[in-house]
């Protein structure tokens, strides 16, 4: 097995590419090996390696972040980890947890259903992907007064570019198409 690496914008977060499906929809992200612990068996191994902060399940991706360490040094352990399990067969997620894990709702006023729509449909068909790229996820989480919050996953959780990527990239983009819309913020 053979898995690829790729830098991110986000210098303390690495995307490893194993040449498999990782998570067959949505995606995941732990903070926290508590978290990680009765939902993937991969994300609780992967705490287990010191320096690790954080990994995401995108579909045929997993990010991981870390403090202290250089990836030189850490990169090895994670590449290690990662091979054991796919070779291993055994799932990436617990049989309870198959899934994106449940998340706050979303909140916006009623009547402007029809705005939010073409938010999200702008969010999936030119945001997200985009994101993808670089090893994260942004979700919408709500609409109002004019303001989009994204919940941003991932290398973009942390990253020193997110805000250019929020305030210049997606709030162009949202103001160009979607009147309503005068700002975007980042919401945990």
Known sequence: MFIQTESTPNPATLKFLPGKVVLERGTADYRSAEEAATASPLAAKLFGIPGVTGVFYGYDFITISKDGPDWQHLKPAVLGTIMEHFMSGA???????????????EFFEKGDETVV???KELLESRVRPAVAQDGGDITFRGFRDGTVFLHMKGACAGCPSSTATLKHGIQNLLRHFVPEVREVEAVV
């Open 91 to 105: 799932p990436i997620m617990s049989s309870a947890n198959d899934g994106e894990p449940l998340s706050d709702e």
């Open 117 to 119: 729509a073409t938010i």
